[in-house]
């Protein structure tokens, strides 16, 4: 218990800038508190202590801002950062070295029994905001940006943003050790998928509108064609007035 209880406070050196010892972890980082608190709710209700067990779940949150159900499977070094509303449903399963930010929901979207809730990766970053719902799959390593609405599996390394959340940029196997994607935006510069699609039809638009004003410029400038001689005859007899009476029947 000891040994996992450090660990949790070592997790935040290296994805919080903020952090200047393990004494401040342990009397400031509401993340942390929430942690201690699942851990022994989490042994009561294992232990058959089911409305013991949610008790001490609804301290916590009363004293974290932090809802993590006594269900939940929890992996090692997890980091809740800031953590205020931060939601962890029943049969959440959550691997190691996950990071996940203020307002993020791991939530189910059926009453069914059984598997509700997500199943995150070793790994994995979910930036503020984000939920992530239903009985999927996130992947080892993938991140997911702020405010992102997650409703199917997500692929290993991949970035997810928008709503609902799609692939943005490319996927990344393995991320170097020595990166960490603050709030699962791996770039200040990422486009959200949608705005990329639109601005690729606009420039097609504009090579279209480009075209077609060539193709008139081309068009006024052409000169016309002179008529042939046989066009000049045809014209002239039908001119004369017997070329209008057989014309007429």
Known sequence: ??????????????????????????????????????????????????????????????????????????GRRLFIDHGMGVVIGETSVIGDDVTVYHDVTLGGVTWSPGKRHPTVGDG???????QVLGPIT??????????????KDVAPGASMVGIPARA??????????SSFDAYGTPSPDIADPTTRAV?????????????????????ATKPEAA???????????????LGRRAAGG
């Open 124 to 130: 994995v970053v979910i930036g503020a905001g984000a």
């Open 138 to 151: 996130v992947g080892r390593d993938a991140r997911i940006g702020a405010n992102a609405v997650v409703l």
């Open 168 to 177: 943005a940029g490319p996927t990344v196997a393995k991320p170097e050790a």
């Open 1 to 74: 218990m000891f040994k996992r209880i450090w660990e949790d406070i070592g997790c935040v050196f290296g994805r919080d800038p903020a952090v200047r010892s393990r004494i401040e972890v342990f009397f400031c980082y509401p993340g942390f508190h929430a942690l201690l608190f699942y851990h022994v709710s989490h042994w009561l209700w294992q232990s058959g202590f089911r409305l013991l067990g949610r008790f001490v779940s609804h301290v916590g949150r009363m004293v974290t801002g932090i809802e993590i159900h006594p269900g939940a499977q929890i």
């Open 199 to 219: 601005d690729k039809l606009l420039a097609e638009v504009r090579a279209l509108r480009d075209r077609v004003e060539e193709l008139e410029q081309a068009a």
């Open 227 to 241: 008529p042939s001689s046989d066009s000049e005859a045809e014209a002239e007899e039908a001119a004369t007035p």
